[in-house]
């Protein structure tokens, strides 16, 4: 089952692009590749997800390479509100009865710096 | 809508007593699922349900039991509680037959401590 690996934190300023990679050396043919944000004492909010090449959507984009081992999470032009624990998840839903884990990384603390 | 909720915001639990962790949604989400989030470890599945009357054991699940009687609700019971459960429970719900395959949708969380 694929185990995941983030860096534990980085640190960026303002209007800088952040990129954050996640390595998934295990990663199965039938799992996606999903990031989610966290904020102190909130639940995890979906950012965006990917099988495979390239995804983008209004706040990130998602880049996979071929053999989906790893993946990178690019967020532009980030802002003090992006300061929060980002979190790569490989894993496939419905979940079955022999494939019972879905594997989130111990995530990446962002500071944003003014 | 409210989209998830859980109940209490937080308890403080005597070691060996039992308690129930609620959770509610109102997506008609057919999946939901229980993790605990411990400092340092992100994440981790406890139990999970596909649909209304079908559970299933995460990666963590010994100590903890679910049911799933109809959609909305998916409660979370430790039998008898041990300090090493002390942790943030979090219910996720998702809709894998619609949209984004694999997106989940969290509650705000239950900092549970058991002394």
């Known amino acids: 089952l694929a185990k995941t690996t983030q860096p534990i934190s980085m640190d960026s300023y303002e209007g800088q692009e952040v990129n954050i990679t996640c390595s998934h050396n295990n990663i199965a043919t039938n799992d996606y590749i999903t990031w989610y944000q966290q904020f102190p004492s909130q639940g995890p909010r979906f950012i965006i997800q990917?099988?495979?090449t390239k995804v983008t959507n209004e706040v990130a984009s998602l880049f996979i390479p071929a053999d989906r081992k790893s993946s990178t999470l690019s967020l532009p032009r980030v802002s003090l509100s992006d300061t929060a624990v980002y979190y790569c998840l490989v894993g496939a839903l419905p979940l079955s009865g022999g494939y019972n884990k879905l594997i989130f990384g111990a995530g990446t603390r962002l500071a944003v710096h003014p | 809508t409210a989209g998830i909720t859980q109940a209490p915001t937080s308890q403080i639990l005597a070691a060996g007593r039992s308690m129930t962790l609620r959770c509610t949604q109102d997506m008609r989400h057919n999946a939901m699922y229980w993790y605990r989030q411990d400092l340092g470890l992100g994440l981790r599945l406890i139990h999970y349900?596909?649909?209304?009357?079908?559970?299933g054991k995460g990666e963590v699940p010994d100590g903890y039991s679910v049911s799933r009687a109809n959609t909305d609700d998916f409660p979370l019971t430790l039998a008898s509680a041990v300090p090493s459960q002390t942790s943030v429970y979090f219910c996720a719900s998702s809709d894998s037959g619609q949209g984004v395959y694999n997106e989940q949708f969290f509650g705000p969380g239950t900092r549970l401590t058991v002394l």
């Open positions: 990917g099988y495979k």
């Open positions: 349900s596909n649909t209304a009357g079908t559970t």
